[in-house]
């Protein structure tokens, strides 16, 4: 997944009244009806994707 850095995030004032960001622990203990009931499951293979990719480049590095 490629990303911008620097791309600012401009929320639709219409619809949303604020927005943040939270740690990943934090969400993944949140209450499913507090949000998405399969967002903790989500953020948890993405982890774990992100750590592999990692190891992959470190590899490729050597």
Do not use: N
């Amino acid at each position: 997944m490629a990303l911008d850095l620097e791309q600012p995030i401009t929320p639709d004032r219409g619809e949303f009244t604020g927005w943040g960001w939270y740690p990943r622990a934090e969400v993944i203990a949140w209450p499913a009806e507090r949000t998405d009931p399969q967002l903790g499951r989500f953020l948890t293979k993405l982890g774990r994707l992100r750590a592999t990719t990692a190891a992959k480049a470190a590899d490729a590095g050597r």
